[in-house]
C-alpha cells in the first residue's frame, strides 16, 4: 500500500470511527464494504490525531478566559460604564434558560441554553461582530430535570473551544454527557461520563489540555473526574471521587513547577497530572459542596466553599499538603482572581475583600450591597462584580482598598459571567416582560 492509500484508508477508518461513536444505530450495520472489526476501529479511535489548541490573545475560549483565571488579556480598553443606551455595540435574544458564561473565539460567540417548553438542550452561536445567529444546535432533547437550586438551571456550564471543536456538558436522562461540535454546528461526538444523581444541580464546565478535555461530575452516587480524546471522545483516563454533592470544575494550572489539573470540594483538594490522571497530591480541606474555581499565584492554590461551612484556604502545591492559612469567610459561589500578590473576591453576601496571597492577611473588606453568584473578572487593572440583580460594580484592583470606579446595570438578573476580550464585554442577562410577566435571556456586546 503506498502513502496516499495508506493515508485515504486511515481517514475512512477515522470516518468509520466519528459514525459509531455519535450514531449508535449506524454503528450496529456497518457498511459490509468496510472490512474493519471493532478491535480495529478502536485502535484508530486511539490513534487518532488530535490538532494542538489554537486560540488568539483576543479570544475568551473556555471557562474563566485564556488563562482560566479570571484576567483578561493585558492592553484592552473594555468599557467602565454601560446601560441600556450606552456603549451597547448589539443585543440578542437567546431563548430558553441558562446560567452558563458566553467564550469568544475567533468570529463567534458560544453559549449554551435550555428550553423546558421544547424540552431540548442547546448551543448557539452568534457573530461576534453583530450579534447575528449563525447557527443552533439541539445538543438532546427530552424531559428536562427538574429538581436542584433555583440558581441552577438545565444549562449552567461555559462551552470550550480549541479552534477546531466547541465542547459542552450538560445532565441529560439521568447522566453527565460531553459533546463535541464541529464550529459549523454539527455534533462530532458524544460521550456519557457517568450517571448523576442531582441534589442541587449540574454544573461543571469542560476544560482543555493538550490533546483532551477534562470533564468532573461529583455526585452522591459517586463521583468522577476523565480525561477524554478531543478528537473522538474516548476515554483517555478516569478517577472515581467520593460519594458526595459538588459543583467544581477541573482547573488546569502550571503550579509548583508542574502542570496539575487541581479539584476542591468533597471535603478534599485534590491535584492530578492532566495528561495521565494520576493523583498527584490530596489533602483534607475546603468543605463537602464547593462551587467555586481554583486559582493560583504559581506557587500557592486558593480554594473557597461554602457547604457545610465556610472556607478560605491557601495551600502550598509542592505536595507537601502545607497549608499556608485559611479563613471562614463564605466565597460559595463567585470564583476569585489572584493577581499581584493580592487574592480578590466577593462574598455570596456582597462584601468585597482583599488578601495578602502569602500570609492570608486582610488587606481590606467593603460591603458592595447585593448577593453574588457571578464570578470575578479583571480586565486592565479594574474588577468586575456583578450582583444576581444585573447590577456591575467595577472596582480598582488595589492593595489600599475599595476604590470604585462605576456602577452600572443592565437587566434584571444574572446568574452567568462576563467574557472580556478585545475591548469588548460579553454579558447574559435576564429580562422580565412587564406585560406578561415572561422572562427572557439576552446576550449583550458592551463596547466603548
Known amino acids: 500500500m503506498n502513502q496516499h492509500e495508506c493515508h485515504r ?4 477508518a477515522l470516518a468509520i470511527v466519528t459514525i459509531a461513536l455519535t450514531c449508535p444505530a449506524l454503528a450496529q450495520e456497518p457498511d459490509q464494504e468496510q472490512d474493519l472489526n471493532r478491535a480495529q476501529l478502536v485502535s484508530v479511535a486511539k490513534t487518532a490525531r488530535v490538532r494542538p489548541i489554537k486560540t488568539s490573545p483576543g479570544d475568551w475560549p473556555w471557562w474563566r478566559g485564556p488563562d ?15 446601560s441600556e443606551s450606552s456603549n451597547v455595540a448589539w443585543k440578542v435574544a437567546v431563548p ?10 475567533g468570529p463567534h460567540v458560544v453559549i449554551v441554553s435550555a428550553d423546558p417548553s421544547a424540552r431540548t438542550q442547546s448551543v448557539f452561536c452568534f457573530d461576534r461582530n453583530t450579534g447575528r445567529k449563525v447557527w443552533e444546535t439541539v445538543v438532546h432533547k427530552g424531559p428536562l430535570e427538574t429538581r436542584g437550586n433555583k440558581k441552577s438551571s438545565q444549562a449552567s456550564c461555559t462551552p ?50 493538550g490533546s483532551l478535555v477534562l470533564v468532573s461530575a461529583d455526585n452522591r452516587a459517586g463521583g ?26 477541573p482547573i488546569v494550572f502550571k503550579v509548583a513547577g508542574r502542570d496539575q489539573a487541581l479539584m476542591v470540594g468533597t471535603n478534599l483538594v485534590s491535584s492530578y497530572d492532566p495528561r495521565t490522571g494520576k493523583k498527584l497530591w490530596e489533602i483534607d480541606g475546603a468543605t463537602t459542596e464547593c462551587v467555586t474555581s481554583v486559582v493560583s499565584d504559581g506557587t500557592r492554590i486558593f480554594t473557597s466553599g461554602g457547604y457545610p461551612r465556610n472556607h478560605v484556604q491557601a495551600i502550598l502545591a509542592d505536595g507537601s499538603g502545607t497549608t499556608a492559612w485559611q479563613n471562614t469567610q463564605r466565597v460559595y459561589v463567585p470564583s476569585m482572581v489572584a493577581h499581584d500578590k493580592t487574592l480578590y473576591a466577593v ?7 482583599a488578601w495578602d496571597t502569602v500570609t492570608g492577611n486582610t488587606l481590606w473588606k467593603k460591603r458592595l450591597g447585593g448577593t453574588f453568584t457571578s464570578s470575578l473578572v479583571l480586565a486592565a487593572g479594574n474588577l468586575y462584580a456583578t450582583d444576581e440583580s444585573g447590577q456591575t460594580t467595577v472596582f480598582a484592583a488595589s492593595r489600599k482598598g475599595l476604590d470604585i470606579k462605576a456602577k452600572n446595570r443592565l437587566g434584571q438578573q444574572t446568574y452567568s459571567s462576563m467574557a472580556i476580550c478585545n475591548s ?6 435576564a429580562m422580565t416582560n412587564t406585560s406578561d410577566g415572561s422572562r427572557n435571556e439576552w446576550l449583550y456586546c458592551l463596547k466603548r
Do not use: E
Open 347 to 353: 462574598l455570596d453576601a456582597g462584601i468585597a475583600v
Open 9 to 12: 484508508s486511515c481517514l475512512t
Open 160 to 209: 470550550a473551544c480549541d479552534g477546531h471543536k466547541i465542547y459542552v456538558n450538560f445532565l441529560h436522562n439521568g447522566s453527565v454527557v460531553t459533546s463535541a461540535l464541529h464550529l459549523d454546528g454539527r455534533i462530532a461526538w458524544q460521550t456519557s461520563v457517568t450517571n448523576y444523581q442531582t441534589h442541587q444541580g449540574f454544573s461543571s464546565s469542560p476544560c482543555l489540555f
Open 224 to 249: 468522577v473526574v476523565v480525561g477524554m480524546s478531543r478528537a473522538t471522545g474516548q476515554v483517555a483516563w478516569k478517577q472515581q471521587r467520593p460519594k458526595k454533592a459538588n459543583y467544581t470544575s
Open 68 to 82: 482560566r483565571n479570571g484576567v483578561a488579556a493585558q492592553r484592552q480598553t473594555a468599557p467602565l460604564t454601560w
Open 424 to 429: 469588548s464585554i460579553f454579558h447574559r442577562v
Open 96 to 105: 430558553g434558560r441558562g446560567h452558563g458564561s458566553p467564550s469568544v473565539l
